[in-house]
């Protein structure tokens, strides 16, 4: 073979080696912007959960603003975590799994509630994410620091007037949330969580997991509530805003002469509604209109002899909604 033709098929391998290399780096930039976004949704997620970490961040809703001290561990069987209230009055929770436990502190009691979790910031996601592709968009946008760590901000934009606008920040290493906002239709702030300062620990030590107690004040437990009672026999609850599904009803009683109180809970994975049901006492003022307090909007009617109030931070049209469908409601 000639050292010409040597030379040319030397040349023909190198630049079909350069085209190969151009094609797999382009097929690889193809297959990174083909991945699923909604996989950085899922790590955050399952990030909050997993992980265990300590750290200060600052609540904002409306003119309330705190500090609150949050510390998080899973032992690979259970999820543990403690939030307590740096500002004010003393405020503490204490969640194992699902179940709660809150310490509301005054002057003189500490009134002790049992409450089913509900998705607490940085755990504000759903663990299974299909329900929030559903109804909402996801856009990324730029990247900032927050408490020190680099974190790339996401949007999850609502896809119809049911729900709020979710602005993001996760933690570029871990996927953890660390501040969120959510954001009206006006592109107003509701509510606001973000980190200050945020550590990862790897210890199984369980001491902290207890309420500071306070040996000067007396301790109320509040009564649990009754067995739960199917609310087909008392009302039909159907045509809910899309996405939203039952998690919860229970029936107890309140005040000081008791009264049966029916309590819903719906949620569409992110934001979460009450709707409450109970027969107007003859001697008790009934409850019409809209108003908002804080965040939350609440709406109230009377329906059958019974006074329906629905309670939720979401639009005005959730609230609206969920209240009209009500269905078959018994007299009273």
Known sequence: MSRFMLKHKLSNFFMQRVVVGLITLVLSCYAQAAEDPWLHLEKASQAARKLSYKGIFLYQNFQDVRSIEITHLNNGEEEFARMVTLDGQPHEALSRGKNMMVFNSNKENVMIQERQGQNLFPAILPPDIESVKAIYTLRFANQERIGGREAQIVYLEPKDQFR?????????????????????????????????????????????????????????????????????????????????????????????????????????????????????????????????????????????????????????????KISNSIQDMKAH
């Open 164 to 320: 709020y606008l979710y602005k993001l920040w996760l933690d570029k290493e871990f996927g953890l949330i660390l501040k969120m906002s959510i954001l009206d239709h006006q592109q107003k702030m509701i509510e606001q969580a973000s980190f200050n300062q945020i550590a990862l620990f790897s210890g199984q030590d369980l001491n902290w997991f207890k309420p500071n107690v306070d040996t000067h004040k007396k301790y109320i437990m509040n009564e649990a509530p009754q067995n739960k009672i199917s609310h087909e026999k008392y009302c039909t609850i159907s045509n809910l805003p899309a996405g939203y599904k039952e998690v919860s009803h229970v029936t107890r009683t309140m005040g000081n002469q008791p009264q049966l109180v029916h309590h819903w809970v719906f949620s569409d994975g992110l934001s979460f509604v009450s709707l409450f049901v109970n027969p107007i006492p003859k001697d008790q003022k009934s409850r019409v209109g809209e108003t908002r307090v804080g965040s939350s909007h609440v709406y109230a009617r009377v329906m059958n002899g019974n006074q329906i109030m629905v309670v939720g931070a979401v639009p005005q049209a959730t609230i609206q």
